[in-house]
């Protein structure tokens, strides 16, 4: 498992990775790369490039009319012509065809054909050499690396999941965006304890926002304050310690989607963070943990039409079905000592809690 610091790096590159992909997208650089690619990777410029680069000089028709000039200027009538000049030689086979294959390869038009196929690195001089070179520059640029370690398709994925929800505690107190207690249908009594638990709520009191960061502390105080009995329903109970829960104001309605919560938990205390719905028996859980290993986490719950898969970091820990399908879901936050546990002193500090909800159009 990544280290949490390794990790949030990791989600914010992540992002930063979707704009820049988008950027270079629409930049010069990456137009004139694509351009230039289907250029070279024609039959048309690949077969130019195998005639320039393979054809040996001898074998064009400027090198063997060289090779004729050069045989002709060493023969003897030729080598005494070159001597004498005499006119009377000019009628002579070999001076003749010596004379006419010296006025051809003086002419610019030959020096010039002479020159580029002498040349062995004549490909490069071209038009064509110059696009691939180009292009092979633009292949190391650094915007088509990095847009070519990615795809449309992964970078599509995640923009389908779209920030419709956070916090990050950068005030001194909890938010409108949070309400004391329990998710219950409207007219019922949300604020109260469970008689199967050693912990009152006490409606934010033991809850500080500050340092960008909520904490809920859990107590030992006594307090008697109202309880959820299975039999006798909602009564006044006498607790030894004291705690705090919190929902979300608002449910998240989306059919897949993701919520991400960094937190650091201490003390004998369990705490759990969770998905729940007023109508709902049951939770999803994002976060479930008594006080084991120190420092931040960060738990992301995945959900889709069928399944939910939570996380640790980046380590998977658990997937199954998804059980509250088509349900406005809050989050829940609670710190809770249970009837059976030894029971201590403790906080559950959450850094930041984010959701992002996935655009339907998008496959799972």
């Excluded at 008594?290 to 380590?315: H, M, P, R």
């Excluded at 201590?344 to 959450?350: M, P, Q």
């Amino acid at each position: 498992m990544q280290k949490t610091k390794v990790f949030e790096q990791w989600l914010l590159d992540q992002q930063a990775m979707i704009v820049r992909y988008r950027e270079v997208e629409k930049g010069a650089v990456l137009a004139e790369y694509k351009e230039l690619q289907v250029v070279v990777s024609s039959a048309e410029f690949q077969a130019k490039k195998k005639l320039l680069t393979t054809t040996k000089y001898a074998d064009t028709s400027e090198g063997k009319t060289m090779a004729q000039y050069k045989s002709l200027k060493s023969k003897g009538s030729v080598l005494l012509y070159r001597m004498f000049h005499k006119e009377s030689w000019k009628a002579k086979a070999d001076v003749a065809a010596y004379l006419e294959l010296l006025a051809q390869v003086q002419t610019p038009e030959f020096q010039k054909e002479h020159a580029f196929w002498k040349n062995e690195k004549r490909w490069w001089t071209t038009a064509e050499g110059a696009q691939e070179k180009r292009f092979e520059e633009l292949k190391k640029h650094k915007d088509v690396l990095f847009f070519e370690q990615h795809t449309e398709a992964e970078v599509a994925e995640l923009e389908s999941y779209k920030l419709v929800w956070k916090d990050e505690f950068d005030g001194s107190a909890m938010s409108a965006k949070w309400e004391t207690g329990w998710v219950y249908p409207a007219g019922l009594q949300a604020n109260h304890s469970h008689v199967n638990e050693q912990q009152a709520y006490v409606k934010g009191a033991n809850t500080k926002v500050g340092g960008s960061a909520m904490t809920i502390s859990t107590k030992k105080e006594a307090c008697n304050a109202a309880a959820w009995h299975p039999t006798k329903g909602m009564l006044k109970h006498d607790f030894a310690y004291t705690s705090d829960v919190w929902h979300s104001t608002e449910g998240v309605n989306h059919a897949a989607g993701v919520v991400q919560v960094k937190v650091a938990c201490s003390g004998d205390v369990r705490h759990a963070i969770c998905l729940t719905a007023p109508k709902m028996q049951h939770v999803l859980p994002i976060m479930h943990a008594a006080s084991v290993a120190k420092g931040y986490f960060i738990y992301t719950l995945v959900w889709n039409e069928n399944e939910v898969v939570s996380y640790v970091n980046d380590q998977e820990v658990s997937r199954g079905k998804n059980t509250m399908k088509g349900e406005p879901m809050h989050i829940l936050m609670r710190s809770y000592l249970s009837a059976s546990m030894k029971a201590g002193k403790g906080s559950l500090s959450v850094d930041w809690v984010r959701v992002y909800g996935r655009e339907l159009n998008v496959e799972s």
